[in-house]
């Protein structure tokens, strides 16, 4: 059977940057599952798998704007600093996480100003280059049970890259 709509998958992968960093990678003993066509993967591997079957070993590579999107500099706001717990000191690089219209998001601090805590709501991996070394292990039809548990929500994340947020993000944050 080849990767299509409603295939329950199971992936070993290791995801790695242009740089040559690791950033991730599927647990030996754990393939990474999904079911094609259900948007729980990035859209760029999702395509680039669609077709191939159990035993394919392929190099894919996934361009920011089919991965976590591109960078985007209106993502950057100024936060109130009321909206962060009172007696937190605050600095630059600490990651928050936030609760906005659409579900949790992370927010990293990138600068300080005055009574006002700049953060950046982009994803951290927006703008960056995907390099994906996957071995399909398992493509088979989806059960009813599988595709019924499925999240009826899509992109929540507030102001993540690939979504059309307004980016209207103000909320209470907490640090992760």
């Known amino acids: ?10 992936i070993d992968y290791t995801l790695t940057l242009d740089s040559g960093e ?21 859209p760029g591997l999702e395509k680039q798998l669609t077709g191939l079957e159990a035993g394919a070993a392929v190099k894919l590579t996934v361009e920011p704007a ?23 000191e605050i600095e630059p690089g600490m990651i928050f996480q936030g609760f906005g219209p659409n579900g949790p998001m992370n927010i990293k601090v990138v600068a300080l100003e005055d009574d006002q805590v700049v953060g950046d709501f982009n994803h951290p991996l927006a703008g960056e280059r995907l ?7 398992e493509v088979r039809e989806a ?5 019924a548990a499925l999240s009826h929500s ?12 307004s980016g209207d993000c103000d909320s209470e944050m907490t640090e992760e």
């Open 131 to 137: 390099n994906f070394d996957v071995k399909v292990k």
């Open 143 to 147: 059960t009813q049970e599988e595709i």
């Open 66 to 88: 089919d991965g976590y999107g591109v960078y985007r500099e209106e993502l950057k706001q100024k936060i109130p600093r009321t909206n962060f717990p009172e007696k937190m």
């Open 22 to 42: 690791e950033i991730d990678r599927s647990d030996p003993d754990k393939p990474l599952g999904f079911i094609a066509g259900a948007s729980q993967i990035i």
């Open 1 to 10: 059977m080849k990767i299509a709509d409603n295939a329950m998958v199971a």
């Open 154 to 165: 899509q992109c929540s994340p507030s102001c993540c890259s690939n979504c059309e947020s």
